[in-house]
Nanobody, 125 residues
Framework: VQLQASGGGLVQPGGSLRLSCAAS????????IGWFRKAPGKEREGISC??????YYADSVKGRFTISRDNAKNTVYLQMNSLNTEDTAVYYC?????????????????????WGQGTLVTVSS
């Protein structure tokens, strides 16, 4: 079971990035999907998640970020627009598949228990 996140990098304020998260070893369409982030000195927060047709966005990203999934490619995406310096963080994809030894974090009322390695997004001029 593996989640491989990619797409992070350095972007100027106002710019856009699309993060991808490819799953292997299991089928994403059986689980809720989510994106979390951890900024320096802050707790890991769930910023967007999707489960059974219901989608959640944190207030900090609502209207700017869009979560999606392609079940045929077994991949989750996070389109991030109008980025600002407060979006600088390590971004993690996650699913509601619970794996022993992995931490549990909530998003949209769902606990997420399997994690990718994280991809760094830096928003700076």
């Amino acid at each position: 079971v593996q989640l491989q996140a990619s797409g992070g990098g350095l972007v100027q304020p106002g710019g856009s990035l699309r993060l991808s998260c490819a799953a292997s070893g299991f089928s994403l369409d059986n689980y809720a999907i989510g994106w979390f982030r951890k900024a320096p000195g802050k707790e890991r927060e769930g910023i967007s998640c999707n489960s059974d047709g219901s989608t959640y966005y944190a207030d900090s990203v609502k209207g700017r970020f869009t979560i999606s999934r392609d079940n045929a490619k077994n991949t989750v995406y996070l389109q991030m627009n109008s980025l600002n310096t407060e979006d600088t963080a390590v971004y993690y994809c996650a699913t509601s598949l619970v794996i022993s030894g992995f931490p549990l974090y909530p998003c949209g009322g769902v606990l997420f228990g399997s994690w990718g390695q994280g991809t760094l997004v830096t928003v700076s001029s």
